[in-house]
T-cell receptor, first 114, second 118 residues
Framework: AQSVTQLDSHVSVSEGTPVLLRCNYSSSYSPSLFWYVQHPNKGLQLLLKYTSAATLVKGINGFEAEFKKSETSFHLTKPSAHMSDAAEYFCVVSVRISGYALNFGKGTSLLVTP | GAVVSQHPSRVICKSGTSVKIECRSLDFQATTMFWYRQFPKQSLMLMATSNEGSKATYEQGVEKDKFLINHASLTLSTLTVTSAHPEDSSFYIC??????????????FGPGTRLTVT
């Protein structure tokens, strides 16, 4: 089975400071990993994805994540937070043997303060 | 990009009645669609995988007779909550995957349907 653990349920940062949302994964197979963002009353949006190509993945809105197999981690970072980044973030794992169904982490709520 | 719609966006129904939620891929054909439910402040839980022209595959613990899924065409999957009860109140989200194989194809999510059973 595969799963992800998002280590923080809430993260609060000041506008303009770096963002770090932590995610560890567990999988018996080569995983694909994703970060999705969910703004209130809006659908989930893909930020970025790792599918066995480059380990450093750049996504939309200045976000990036690094796949570290030795640490089984896929942390999401952004150099400078914007107020509009406040949302719920989900780390997601998917493997071929499960038909590529997505397994979601519990989510991290990002709060950005002025 | 690929767009997935859901209808209705919100529905309120009385206990014991059935509710149908539609999920459509608007600009692509989706051989596989997924249904999730999300409780307030919680993560998405996969309910079932819907394959066009075949029976849906349900996750453990999901009652297939209560949550009926039909994927009759390449652009439409429906979820019917039968004999709904207040504990079925939740946010139901569908997603669709492009028909190409491989993990590189991402899932595109609908905006969700808020179901309230009174």
């Amino acid at each position: 089975a595969q799963s992800v653990t998002q280590l923080d349920s809430h993260v609060s940062v000041s506008e303009g400071t770096p963002v770090l949302l932590r995610c560890n994964y567990s999988s018996s197979y080569s995983p694909s990993l994703f970060w999705y963002v969910q703004h209130p009353n809006k659908g989930l949006q893909l930020l970025l994805k790792y599918t066995s190509a480059a380990t450093l993945v750049k996504g939309i809105n200045g976000f990036e994540a690094e796949f570290k197999k030795s640490e089984t981690s896929f942390h999401l970072t952004k150099p400078s937070a914007h107020m509009s980044d406040a949302a719920e973030y989900f780390c997601v794992v998917s493997v071929r043997i499960s038909g590529y169904a997505l397994n979601f982490g519990k989510g991290t709520s990002l709060l950005v303060t002025p | 990009g690929a767009v997935v719609s859901q209808h209705p966006s919100r529905v309120i129904c009385k206990s014991g009645t059935s509710v149908k939620i539609e999920c459509r891929s608007l600009d692509f054909q989706a051989t596989t669609m997924f249904w999730y439910r999300q409780f307030p402040k919680q993560s998405l839980m996969l309910m079932a995988t819907s394959n066009e022209g075949s029976k849906a595959t349900y996750e453990q613990g999901v009652e297939k007779d209560k949550f009926l899924i039909n994927h009759a065409s390449l652009t439409l999957s429906t979820l019917t909550v039968t004999s709904a009860h207040p504990e079925d109140s939740s946010f139901y989200i569908c997603s669709a995957r492009l028909p190409t194989q491989g993990a590189d194809n991402e899932q595109y999510f609908g905006p969700g349907t808020r179901l309230t059973v009174t």
